[in-house]
């Protein structure tokens, strides 16, 4: 049985048909085959399935996509307008926040919803706000540096 | 132009913040199937019976294939791809590693069928309805309890669970009696515990059989796609290895556990030949758990002897090194050849000698983790200095620097031998300790370690100098030590008519960045913009032929495989140059992207060189057109980079949490190509190891299950658990290789997992403990300081 999902993704609604059980991050992934969003495990603990709903930083392994019908969700792919990079996107190229990349979407999406609510954080509130993302290969110690790089380069043009 | 040496910018990134990296589990075929593994719950049980019949009939499901199908296939398994010899000289203890097993399950995991469905979500429904009848058996899961008489059989065939000893260095009768006879011994039994390496993006394989070219393409999260190709043709399947392309496409870190060969691969390349269609899988993560060959796993007992100024006399190790229920790809190079031939580390020890016994239990595999052997050795030999110099009074950097080899640049001075068969290639340890203490500001801290006496906290200071061997490997050499393969690396450098370059690696990247590292050595070398370079790696296709990355090898070995190709095309480019000058070859100089001859103003440009190599209008009489070279590069020996790690723990006196306050690493690992995406090496491996000092560690229960496996009960470092690193390297250039790199990969994890287990002993010095297990937990601490 198949139930009717309408989703807002990165500004375009999407009207599918989904098994009621269907994950949101498989929704993104498979019926609207926007890869960016990673799937890291199954306990909802890695952080790499990170998107925004409504604005807010949602973990979507940890909802139903029947659940996001009618809200509206951004993935990494929506984060640059055209060519222009998300503040996020350009601090963590700048300072080396990613190896494999693989943690990386997650780790933006959570960044941004961070930065929205403190855009001036601490080091230790950056880690603090990161404690949901796990990065097996950087050691979070650039991932750091890229999210200071972005706050202030968005204190900046604010 | 100079991009050696500059931190650029990676290439690569762009697609990964945008969400355009493109990994196995992203990649769908048309008519894709899914497939989900029913896997034993149990450690250790004979399989009575696998009833399919009901699953086979659920919705979507395409085909089951169990053990008895991959029997009657003869399909033999997954080999092992090192062979290590008894001490008596008898063969190791192989026995096969079946895709599917029919008999008898031998760890939690074990894959018992391949359900194969339209979807994922209906191929793991129906492989809930597979009944299994098990008769279950007890459980050895520790290589101690595995050795005892009595203890369960992992294989009929393996007496005592002894896949093989195996002894390196001086005769154990000397060692011993030096160790009797010598001023103080410094004794330390310690499990170093078995890690499980998460690299975040789950494995996953995709096999494909096209039909209309007989053709087999394997998409998998490998970091050698070649060798696995290798394996898969002449070992597991048969199949003509001219018909099956391997694919890595970007790999979401490995750290080891996708090096190696897995069941998975083997069985979704057949069975879509089978079916005819593509089959996916993915590992869960507490698939991932039970299934990718984790690290470590050692017991051992080591002493070190010291005469009464404090100079080492001699030191011993036995160790117990848990193999799992199958011998994996690389694992009985780990705890011997990685691990029992760096046992002389920094130090100028005269005699040593190490004895490994591998046993089989009901576990997963263990086989190379981030360092491999190497962080074991370290480990001991480390905590040992720190243990001996407090137990003898003494500093323990002054110890140190007491006992370090001489510096020698292995080109004016010799190569230092070893007690345990190696020869490094050139060091230079005192300075990366005294920078070391320089940054931590040694006697301020002991000052402050004196003056939080009294009050809630404990502070506490430790060190660890390492050294590994890197750049794997001379072919000669680990042929003789038992590889199953060559070591060396292979690259060909294509210019094209335009005068743009395409690199092809048989490294593999999957998170150090080769894209860019590999090619500001390229754009360097040959005078001409990174811009106008791609490095193209991972797919069996494109690439003839490589090893893949491991064993910090990429750049000594792959990246030197590029530079013998590039000095092909520049030789060849200064013979047309001299035509097109009408010079002579020795009267040119090249620099900058142009051929000039000396003396005079007259150039030709490297665009013009390579359009003339494609339209050989005008060109040297007997010259083949083109300019395209490849090269295969085995190195004349391991590299040998070295350092030092400092960590200050504060421990809480009431809650026992440790916390690691500051991380000093000075690291050598020769010439750097991209300080960037070195210190970025480091960086991660520092989380590593610093992770298994006061976080990880698989735990498994009596009756052989992990009961840690998955994200909510294994604990790995979150970014709260980390301070930033303060990092800081010294050069010392390898001298054989033509860019005198040593490698960067793994140092971080080596060196720094008994900086923090020296540092928690040192704040509890006052408490009258020997030793202190890893992981160190809070709870394990506080017991220490009110129990
Ligand atoms: S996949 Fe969602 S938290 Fe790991
Ligand atoms: S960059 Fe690889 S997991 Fe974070």
New binding site residues.
């Given amino acids: 049985m198949k139930v009717p999902v309408s989703i807002t993704v990165n500004g375009k609604q999407y009207d599918k048909m989904v098994e009621p059980r269907m994950l949101l ?1 498989y929704f993104i992934r498979e019926e609207l085959a926007l890869t960016g969003t ?13 998107v925004h709903l409504d604005g807010k930083a949602l ?4 909802m139903l996509a029947v659940q996001a019908s009618g809200k509206s969700v951004t993935t990494i792919e929506g984060m640059a307008s055209g060519e222009n990079l998300h503040p996020l996107q350009e601090g963590f190229h700048m300072e080396h926040g990613l190896q494999c990349g693989f943690c990386t979407p ?1 780790m933006i999406m959570c960044a941004a919803d961070m930065l929205k609510n403190n855009p001036n954080p601490t080091e230790e509130e950056i880690r603090h706000g990161l404690e ?1 993302n ?1 990065c097996r290969c950087t050691g979070y110690h650039n991932i750091v540096k890229s999210i200071q790089y972005a706050a202030n380069k968005m204190q900046e043009s604010a | 132009m100079s991009y050696i040496g500059s931190s650029v910018k990676r290439v690569e990134d762009k697609r990964f913040i945008t969400g355009q990296g493109r990994y196995t589990d992203d990649i769908v075929l048309p008519q894709m199937t899914y497939a989900c593994m029913v896997r034993s719950p149990h450690a250790h049980a004979e399989i009575v019976s696998v009833d399919i019949a009901h699953a086979e009939k659920m919705d979507g499901v395409v085909k089951i294939f169990t053990g008895k199908d991959t029997d009657a296939a003869g399909i033999g398994g997954v080999p092992c791809g090192w062979q290590v010899d008894f001490k008596n000289g008898d063969t190791m203890k192989e026995p096969p590693h079946p895709l599917l097993v029919s008999d008898k399950a031998r760890h939690v995991g074990d894959a018992i069928a391949m359900v194969i469905a339209d979807t994922y979500a209906q191929a793991k429904d129906a492989a809930e309805m597979v009944t299994v009848e098990y008769n279950v058996l007890p459980a050895v899961t520790n290589s101690k309890v595995a050795r005892a008489d009595g203890a369960p059989q992992v294989h009929a065939d393996v007496p005592n669970n002894l896949a093989f000893d195996w002894e390196l260095g001086n005769p154990r009768a000397e060692v011993d009696a030096a160790i009797a006879g010598a001023h103080h011994v410094t004794t330390l039994e310690f499990i170093n515990q078995r890690v499980i390496c998460n690299a975040i993006e789950p494995r996953s394989a995709i096999g494909h059989f096209d039909t209309a070219y007989d053709k087999y393409t394997l998409y998998t999260s490998t970091q050698n796609p070649h060798l696995i190709r290798l394996l898969l043709c002449a070992f597991v399947l048969g199949l003509p290895e001219h018909k099956v392309r391997v694919v890595g496409p970007d790999v979401g870190g490995g750290f080891g556990s996708k090096i190696f060969h897995y069941t998975e691969e083997a069985l979704v390349v057949w069975g879509s030949n089978q079916i005819k269609r593509p089959i996916k899988w993915t590992a869960e ?1 507490s698939e991932s758990f039970v299934t990718d060959a984790a690290g470590r796993d050692h017991i051992t007992t080591a002493k070190m002897a010291f005469d009464k100024d404090g100079n080492i006399l001699a030191l011993s190790a036995d160790t117990l090194a848990n193999m799992g229920a199958y011998l994996s790809t690389f694992a009985p190079a780990v705890p011997t050849w990685l691990h029992g031939t760096l046992l002389q580390g920094l130090y100028t020890t005269p005699l040593i000698n190490v004895s490994i016994d591998a046993v089989f239990t009901n576990t997963t595999a263990v086989d190379a983790y981030r360092g491999a052997g190497r962080p074991e050795a370290t480990y001991l030999l480390e905590r040992l200095m720190d243990t001996a110099a407090l137990e003898m009074g003494r500093d323990p950097a002054e110890l140190r620097l007491q006992n370090f080899i001489e510096p020698f640049d292995g080109v004016e001075e010799e190569g230092y031998v070893t007690q345990v068969a190696l020869q490094y290639d050139s060091g230079n340890y005192g300075p990366v300790l005294k920078r070391g203490l320089e940054m931590v500001g040694y006697e301020q801290f002991r000052a402050d370690q004196k003056a939080a006496e009294g009050t809630g906290k404990l502070l506490g200071i430790g060190f660890s100098t390492y050294i590994e061997a890197c750049g794997i490997a001379p072919s000669a050499v680990v042929g003789a030590l038992g590889a199953r393969a060559g070591l060396f690396e292979s690259a060909q450098v294509q210019v094209h008519p335009t005068g743009k370059v395409s690199v092809f690696s048989g490294s593999h990247s999957h998170g150090q960045g080769h894209e860019t590292s590999f090619a500001q050595v390229v754009a360097d070398k040959m005078g001409i913009p990174m811009e106008d370079v791609e490095i193209i790696h991972g797919d069996s296709d494109a690439v003839a032929f490589g090893m893949g990355t491991y064993g910090s090898r990429s750049l000594a070995v792959g990246g030197s495989a590029i530079v013998k190709s590039i000095e092909k095309v520049l030789e060849k480019g200064a013979k047309i140059a001299a035509h097109l000058l009408e010079a002579s070859v020795d009267d040119l100089d090249y620099a900058e992207g142009k051929w000039t001859v000396r003396g005079t103003d007259k150039s030709v440009g490297f665009g013009d060189v390579s359009l003339t190599a494609y339209v050989p209008h005008n060109y040297p009489e007997g010259l083949e057109p083109g300019l395209d070279f490849s090269s295969f590069y085995d190195p004349a020996n391991f590299t040998y980079p070295f350092g030092c790690h400092i960590c200050i723990v504060e421990i809480d006196k009431e809650t026992g949490v440790v916390k690691v306050k500051r991380f000093i690493a000075v690291d050598d690992v020769g010439n750097v190509i991209n300080p960037m995406i070195v210190d970025g090496q480091i960086h991660g491996g520092l989380a590593q190891g610093i992770g298994q000092a006061f976080c990880e560690g698989a735990v498994y229960d009596e009756s052989g299950q992990l009961v840690n496996g998955t ?1 909510m009960d294994y604990v790995m470092p979150r970014a709260d658990d980390l301070p930033s690193f303060e990092i800081d390297r010294t050069v010392t250039p390898c001298p054989h290789n033509p860019l005198g790199v040593k490698g960067a990969g793994e140092a971080g994890t080596i060196g720094s997992t008994p900086a923090v287990v020296n540092a928690v002993m040192d704040a509890l010095k006052g408490y009258g403990i020997h030793d202190v297990e890893m992981p160190v937990t809070s709870q394990k601490v506080w017991n220490i300081i009110h129990g």
Wanted: charged share 15%; hydrophobic share 15%.
């Fill in positions: 991050v990673h799937i890291g495990c199954d306990t909802s603990s890695c952080g790499a399935c990170t973990k979507s392994c940890s997650g949901g796990f | 993560r994200y």
